[in-house]
């Protein structure tokens, strides 16, 4: 049996699509394959698509199975029912990583830098020349995978690859034209409900000589405007318990802007420095959306 797996810490829409739309290709192409992962799903697979009717598979790994890793290709950190000796294929999309698997596995390891795994695995679906037979399920996930890990085309790592690869799935899954949005802002109402919970699984601590504000929260979200009118209080208010040295990025992805919540004098000047903007007021809105780990490059 052939296991396709992920990550250790947590499946996003990208780990979980790759395992269950690639098993369905090994099996049609007659070898034995299993979507299987004992992690938790995040919030990106949102409710809509937990009700597609597919699932990862009920499945334990037996002696002699081999391991197919999706989405993941640090051997620190996938699944723990891996057995390293037994990886047989690697297509990810994290750099890194290239050259342990290349020793190891040669061609069988696909590790190229692309928006997202779901593109690899789509053109895995494309050479087999069984794209016509895949499910709406599977094509609906890989879809679905790539507006997350793409920010809806506007990241940093989008290449043409992603941009074809989502045209052809969106018409295999019959998704409606209107599908992102809908997407992200079902993800979106998920981080309202719960803004402590979304603030605290993605914030970071700085060092000290980062430049940057010691508490470094943020979000991605369809519509940043919105949240920020609706919730700015609370979210000050949970940030401010962390520390007095705080902010937040709230990435954008309809109008691909970041929206920095930075309340306190001293977090201001740091955000000043660094990106030569008035903070006044607590608010800045900056033209492109910024991810954290870019400033943290431009502050060291
Ligand atoms: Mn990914």
Redesign the pocket.
Known sequence: MKVVTSGSAYL?I??YA?AIAYAELLNLQGIAARAVSSGPLNASVSKTVLDWPVRLDDYLPEAGDEFVLV?VSDYEHFDPLVVLDRVVEVI???PGFEQFWAQKLGRCADIRRIG???TQIFERWEASGLLAHISEQSAALLAT?ILD?TMNFTGRQVTEADVRAYEALRRYARLPKDWPERYFLECQALIESDLGAALAADMKRMKPDSGLPQVFAQMTVWNAQALIQQHRQTISRWLAAQGDDWLLNVISISEGRSYFLVESVISQRKLSDLLRVDCQGGLVIHERSLLRKELMAMGS
């Open positions: 996003d990208d780990a790759c989405d990810d999309h994290h997202a795994a779901a995978a890990n």
